[in-house]
């Protein structure tokens, strides 16, 4: 589930361009003589059944949730169900007993019936529901671990070790093996590094991957501005596609996450010409905690489709509107129509609000973005460099090829001033002689006085556009430059440290893992003498230079405070798990909004807005 974030882009219905009269007869033939999922399937067709989100049933209506594993095993072999696969968000809270007991109790079934499934973790399958704080899946995995599937042929692996927060299993359907792979929320890039090796290790193999958070409710997929709930180190929806984008084996994405909608749905061809599908369901806010709806996919090899129908065993109803039964094409046989899409949105870098009047150029064809960012361009197949300019904003440019008949995402993220911001304090030597990020303080190992000081510099054979400093897997630290130089106030003890950068084109460019031992120095004397967020400097209305000085200090009268953050102009782009702060951040010239937020251990938020302009 997602709290809506204020930049979240949720506007605008754009689907893939299927352009021709004829091929829409022509998927519509095929859903006429597709069988219904009361029917019955003869081999080679075979079924996917799809839980979006169960967590509400899970929670509140077991007995909706137990219809529809109950349902699977009824139909197995009429609609010959070969694998069953859940979006994530299985229960509300991953470190509730009873909410796994409910779980546990209906897939019970399957387990007795032999049928093969995979459990894919989403935001509230963390103990707590704080994954952007801890990825604690310790009640998750008690239950649903690798432990769970020892003696299945069918389970073939998972990541961390231990842990099933990222899991593949392997079937032979009619002769064909096919791999279903499942990434933990918001996937890290440890993550992605396992799941490419599995990737790579199977090429033989079509592939369906569940990523809980990846397809947004307008067809589009999430990128960096349309959720922040998470750290920027965990990879968004578009971050993940341009990973796995480059294997040809991987056909589908299924994913929920998002409240107050149903369904949603694009196509892409990844970089070997591979049609790869991507769905997103979610009915949680639904009655009974989601009535018991369940995708159901037929997979037909004979006509090259894919039958997607939803259905309830609770309500013993079909949904039979376009975005709930729809039929897809299986691999890519999309008609010569002459034309391909390139859509996107345009957001200021820095605060990600949306930037109108931006010139988007594909190869002489322009258009400008509207009020809300977004811009559509109608174009010849082929690949293009397209640049978005505008006056005062430095332009941006990216590659990327255009399909027949789809369309193809691209999001352009522009700064002002400098194209090449000068890092403030000027940087202290510390330069990139090779392509990546080279961290020259501190040195892996060693011993620092907090506030620890960071120097680092990257290098791409495009321009790098920011860098981030991960603390313990948590963001603390921001720039638009390619190079870092800030002293920022760490807890004592070890941790683990990554510098990360992005080049223009969205490539990500990431340092060795640091260790890092911290004892403490002579913290600020900022403190909270009342209940709430004090903040010491700068103080509401000032005007300051950068770098900015932010001291402040957290009280609760119940319960310690565990975290506390920096949002500036709605980011965040600091972030310590202690009841104080005192850091330095390099912010633009101008008027910014600031609030810093802070929680306690029983979940309670305490935040102090504030306003400052910086000269």
Same mark, same amino acid.
């Given at each position: ?191 992605? =590094? ?38 920027? $180190? ?28 149903? &369904?949603?749905?694009?196509? =892409? ?52 509107? $376009? ?14 129509? &002459? ?13 990600? !609000? ?7 150029? !594909? ?129 004592? &003890? ?61 009280? $609760? ?59």
């Amino acid at each position: 589930m997602k709290f809506p974030q204020a930049c979240a882009s949720t506007q605008g219905q754009q689907r893939p361009l299927l352009s021709t009269a004829i091929f829409v007869f022509f998927l519509a033939a095929i859903w006429l003589f597709q069988p219904m999922a009361s029917a019955q399937v003869n081999a080679p067709d075979f079924t996917v059944v799809v839980f979006p989100d169960p967590q509400n049933e899970t929670q509140f209506f077991p007995q909706a949730l137990n219809s529809q594993t109950q349902w699977i095993v009824n139909n197995r072999q009429a609609l010959n169900i070969q694998m069953v696969m859940t979006e994530g968000d299985n229960v509300n809270d991953g470190a509730s007993t009873a909410q796994l007991q409910n779980l546990d109790a209906a897939f019970r079934l399957l387990d007795n019936a032999g049928i093969p499934y995979l459990i894919g973790v989403g935001n509230h399958d963390y103990n707590g529901f704080t994954p952007k704080v801890s990825r604690n899946l310790s009640g998750f995995n008690q239950w649903f671990g690798p432990g769970r599937y020892s003696g299945k042929a069918y389970f073939k692996g998972n990541f961390p070790a231990g842990s099933n927060a990222n899991s593949y299993a392997v079937l032979t359907i009619n002769g064909q093996q096919y791999l279903f792979l499942t990434l933990e929320y918001r996937p890290t890039s440890a993550s992605l =590094d396992w799941a490419e090796s599995i990737l790579a290790a199977n090429p033989d193999k079509e592939v369906i991957v569940v990523d809980h958070s990846f397809v947004l409710k307008n067809n589009t997929r999430e990128d960096l501005c349309d959720d922040q709930d998470m750290p920027a $180190s965990n990879a968004t929806g578009q971050a993940v596609w341009m990973r796995l984008r480059k294997y040809k084996n991987v056909i589908m994405f299924l994913s929920g996450h998002f409240t107050s909608g149903s &369904g949603a749905r694009r196509a =892409d061809l990844g970089d070997n010409g591979n049609l790869v599908n991507q769905l997103f369901a979610d009915y949680q806010d639904y009655a009974n905690g989601g009535n018991g709806w369940l995708r159901i996919m037929t997979f037909h090899p004979a006509t090259n489709s894919i039958s997607v129908q939803t259905y309830s065993p609770y309500l013993n109803q079909y949904m039979t509107d $376009s975005t709930n039964q729809f039929t897809l094409l299986y691999h890519n046989n999309f008609p010569n129509s &002459g034309r391909g899409t390139i859509s996107g949105k345009v957001r200021n870098q820095t605060s990600c !609000a949306a930037v109108a009047g931006i010139k988007v150029n !594909a190869g002489g064809t322009s258009t400008t973005s509207a009020a809300d960012g977004s811009f559509h361009l109608s174009v010849s197949p082929g690949t293009y460099s397209v640049t978005a300019s505008g006056s005062s904003w430095n332009a941006s440019s990216k590659s990327e090829t255009v399909n027949d008949s789809l369309d193809t995402q691209m999001n352009f993220y522009l700064t002002t001033g400098s194209p090449t911001p000068t890092p403030t304090p000027p940087p202290s030597g510390c330069t990139a002689a090779t392509v990546g990020v080279n961290v020259c303080s501190p040195v892996s190992g060693s011993t620092v006085i907090s506030p620890a000081r960071f120097t680092a510099a990257a290098k791409s054979t495009l321009p790098i556009t920011a860098m981030r400093i991960y603390i313990d897997n948590i963001s603390v630290y921001l720039t638009s430059a390619a190079s870092l130089d800030v002293s920022i106030t760490v807890s004592s &003890g070890t941790h683990n440290v990554v510098v990360q950068a992005w080049d223009s084109s969205g490539v990500v460019v990431k340092s060795s893992l640091i260790l890092l031992t911290v004892t403490q120095g002579s913290p600020g004397a900022c403190t909270a003498a009342t209940v709430g967020v004090t903040v010491c400097s700068p103080t509401p209305g000032a005007t300051v230079t950068s770098p900015v000085r932010v001291t402040a200090a957290a009280k $609760s009268a119940a319960a310690p405070i565990t975290a506390m953050r920096i949002y500036l102009d709605n980011v965040s782009v600091y972030a310590i798990n202690a009841a104080g702060i005192d850091t330095t951040l390099a912010i633009s010239s101008g008027t910014h909004s600031m609030v810093v937020q802070a929680w306690d251990s029983t979940g309670v938020v305490f935040k102090t807005p504030l306003t400052i302009q910086v000269q």
